[in-house]
């Protein structure tokens, strides 16, 4: 379905973008804006150009200084990395996206490739002992499934929570339970260790902000 395909592939920018460009494209002058009309069938091409546009202008300003990127920076590289693979699956696989468009989406995901192998050894170096904690949140991108949700219907069911209560160290036992970089009793626990107390921090109903985002991020890395 082409229009499916497009419409895939454009949200998959637009995540990419949060991950990557938020902060930097509030402040950009003249960053094109996307209007009601804009979401017109034959518009899909000119907003993806948007979309791939500002994305550059992104990875541009993150190339700059690979020292600059801690562990949370490459994080949300990797998982952009990911969606641009999967939105550049998505082009290829539609007939009405651009051969041009198509080369930006690879060059893009190379790109971010560079700067994450760039910026590894900087992160490294700040905390040795936290890299190898997490080296398993940021060697290489993630491949998320995009699955069609109706955000009315997920605030209908679940509506937005109030509560940013969380721990930091047990959020880091956790999340090391789950990769295996946990050591207990003088050895490695088992990948996917998963405690009663563990679960009960992760899936608290009512969560916001910094607690939600890392609720969101414990599973991620389990899918991955």
Same mark, same amino acid.
């Given at each position: 379905n082409i229009r499916r395909n497009n419409n895939d592939v454009i949200l998959r920018l637009i995540l990419v973008m949060t991950l990557l460009c938020g902060p930097l494209l509030t402040s950009v002058r003249g960053t094109p804006r996307l209007r009601r009309e804009d979401k017109?069938?034959?518009?899909?091409?000119?907003?993806?150009?948007k979309m791939v546009?500002?994305?550059?202008?992104?990875?541009? @300003?993150?190339?700059?200084?690979?020292?600059? &990127? %801690?562990?949370?920076?490459?994080?949300?590289? $990797?998982?952009?990395?990911?969606?641009?693979?999967?939105?550049?699956?998505?082009?290829?696989?539609?007939?009405?996206?651009?051969?041009?468009?198509?080369?930006?989406?690879?060059?893009l995901a190379a790109e971010i490739e560079t700067?994450?192998?760039?910026?590894?050894?900087?992160?490294?170096?700040?905390?040795?002992? @936290?890299?190898?904690?997490?080296?398993?949140? &940021? %060697?290489?991108?993630?491949?998320?499934?995009? $699955?069609?949700t109706s955000m009315k219907e997920v605030l209908d069911k679940y509506p937005a929570g109030s509560e940013d209560s969380y721990d930091e160290e047990k959020g880091d036992?956790?999340?090391?339970?789950?990769?295996a970089t946990l050591e207990e009793n003088g050895k490695k626990v088992e990948e996917c260790n998963i405690t009663r107390s563990c679960w009960k921090m992760m899936t608290a109903k009512g969560q916001s902000k910094y607690s939600i985002t890392h609720q969101l991020l414990y599973f991620i890395i389990i899918e991955k």
């Open positions: 017109k069938e034959e518009d899909y091409g000119d907003i993806m150009k546009a500002a994305v550059e202008l992104g990875m541009e @300003y993150l190339s700059r200084d690979y020292a600059s &990127i %801690n562990v949370d920076g490459l994080f949300g590289m $990797r998982v952009g990395q990911g969606q641009i693979i999967e939105a550049a699956k998505e082009c290829k696989s539609s007939p009405s996206c651009p051969e041009k468009l198509q080369g930006q989406l690879d060059r700067t994450s192998q760039g910026a590894i050894p900087y992160v490294q170096f700040e905390d040795e002992d @936290y890299f190898a904690k997490f080296l398993k949140t &940021i %060697n290489n991108p993630y491949m998320l499934p995009y $699955r069609p036992e956790c999340f090391s339970r789950i990769m």
